[in-house]
Each structure stands twice: as structure tokens, then as C-alpha cells.
């Protein structure tokens, strides 16, 4: 089962509601928030207020992307504004386990995001408390940019250290997914997938979707 999930990044900030239940309606499984701080990334988005908002129209899990830095400071309030799935990112968290422990004691399913230029050795050790690992398929920061080709080695190097270490984890991917690179991404083992500009960008979302989906095989 691929889990389609939209980035509301790319969604139309004036009407976000109608947005994004027409995903829902469309077929999305899951709704993906990203949060920048302007600190480690560029761009400065969204906070646990619009999250909370979000939760109040739609019925599908809410997939929480941190690119903020002390992301301790903020998982409360997240997961209190109804995040389901949180994910931080390695290079943000001096002390990786403590945070993903933080995010599984507070309720919600922790994930570990991972830029492009970091090995994914980086979760080695944290897997076993886990989710999900997020591997970033462009650099964290904007929507609708072209997908880093090496990200599929990337999986396939996450993958094998799953399956060595006998976990059920899934794998998610976010950057660049669209009909065209959806299917080698998942061929290579990704789970859930993360498509803001594909997705928003297209006049039928209903229809982009389940070209998406049917990419997957
Ligand atoms: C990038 C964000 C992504 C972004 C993906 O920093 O984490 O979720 O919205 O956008 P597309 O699908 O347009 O590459
Ligand atoms: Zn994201």
C-alpha cells in the first residue's frame, strides 16, 4: 500500500481549507506540513497554529516536517495541534534519540529526515525507534525543484539497512515526485510519498493522484 501525501506547501495559502479537502476528496492519504524557521532553511512557512487549523478540516493523518532547528522546543505544540507523524531532521538534533523519544512520548510517530548530502548511516542507530526515515530528494527549502537522482541509491542503501536490522519502517520521499520519477522511486522500496508542486500544480487533483498511484507498481 503507497501512501500518497500532498505538501500543502504548494497549496493556495488564500483558500487552504478548500485545498485541502479537495486532496482529501482526490484521494490523498496523508496531509504533508512543512515547517521552516528561516533558520535552517531559507524559507519561512508554517507554525502550530495554521497546523492546528488544518486538523480541523480534514480526517487524514497529519505528516508534520520540521526543517527548524531545536525542534524540541516545538514538538508539544505540534503534536497538541494534532500532528500524527513528526518529522525532524538529523542534521537540526545534537541529540537525535532524545528528540524522536520526545516525539513518541508525546503521542505521535516519529520520523528522521535526511538531506541529500547526508549518509544515511546518520539513523543507523535511532531506527529501532522509528516510523518512518524521510529521505530528501532535493535540498529542504522550496517546493518544485528537480529531484536529486542519487536519492534512489540512497533508498536502496536505507533499505538494505532496514531489512538487515529486520524493522518494518517506512520509507518516505519528498522533493521532485511526480508522474515521471514516481516510478523508479518506488521501485526502489519508498512507502509514502511526499508531491506538493505535482500535485497542487495540476488542475485535477483527483486525476494526478491516481496517475501517481498508478506509477507505483
Ligand atoms: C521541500 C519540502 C517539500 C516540498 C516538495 O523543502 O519539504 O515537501 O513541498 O515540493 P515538490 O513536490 O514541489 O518538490
Ligand atoms: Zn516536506
Known amino acids: 500500500m503507497k501512501i500518497i501525501a500532498p505538501s ?3 497549496a493556495d495559502f488564500s483558500r487552504l481549507g478548500e485545498d485541502i479537502q479537495a486532496v482529501e476528496n482526490a484521494g490523498a492519504d496523508w496531509i504533508h506540513i512543512d515547517v521552516m524557521d528561516g533558520h535552517f532553511v531559507p524559507n519561512i512557512t508554517i507554525g502550530p497554529m495554521i497546523t492546528e487549523a488544518v486538523n480541523r478540516v480534514t480526517n487524514l493523518p497529519l505528516d508534520v516536517h ?8 516545538y514538538i508539544a505544540d505540534f503534536v497538541k495541534a494534532g500532528a500524527d507523524y513528526i518529522s525532524v531532521h538529523a542534521e537540526a538534533c545534537t541529540h537525535l534519540n532524545r528528540t524522536v523519544s520526545l516525539i513518541r512520548d508525546l503521542g505521535a510517530r516519529p520520523g528522521v529526515a535526511l538531506n541529500p548530502a547526508t549518509p544515511v548511516s546518520a539513523v543507523e542507530w535511532v531506527l529501532e525507534s522509528l516510523d518512518f526515515v524521510l529521505i530528501m530528494s532535493v535540498n529542504p527549502g522550496f517546493g518544485g525543484q528537480s529531484f536529486i537522482q542519487n536519492s534512489i541509491d540512497r533508498v536502496r542503501l536505507l533499505k538494505q539497512m532496514i531489512d538487515r536490522q529486520n524493522r518494518t519502517i517506512l520509507i518516505q520521499v519528498d522533493g521532485g515526485v511526480n508522474a515521471s520519477t514516481i516510478r523508479e522511486i518506488s521501485d526502489a ?3 509514502s510519498f511526499v508531491a506538493g508542486s505535482a500535485i497542487f500544480g495540476s488542475d485535477d487533483y483527483k486525476a494526478t493522484i491516481k496517475e501517481l498511484r498508478a506509477a507505483c507498481r
Open 8 to 10: 500543502i506547501l504548494s
Open 66 to 73: 520540521l526543517m527548524i532547528e531545536q525542534p524540541d522546543r
Open 189 to 191: 522500496g519508498v512507502d
